[in-house]
């Protein structure tokens, strides 16, 4: 489940909160980086196909 809100990112496996130019990913309630606007997309995607292939392994 994706998010945008702090409070509720915590809750979802994987989760983005969003700001102005940046954003927080979150992973099973805890802050795992900070990213830069321009990379949000691309680096969500990434940590959703590591959790994939994680679990396919």
Same mark, same amino acid.
């Given at each position: 489940m994706l998010l945008i809100g702090p409070g509720e990112a915590r809750e979802a496996d994987i989760g983005l909160a969003g700001g102005i130019?940046?954003?927080l990913l979150f $992973? $099973?309630?805890e802050i795992?980086? $900070?990213i830069k606007q321009e990379n949000m997309i691309q680096e969500l995607k990434q940590e959703i196909r590591n959790m994939v292939n994680f679990h396919d392994e």
């Open positions: 130019g940046e954003g $992973k $099973k309630g795992i980086r $900070k």
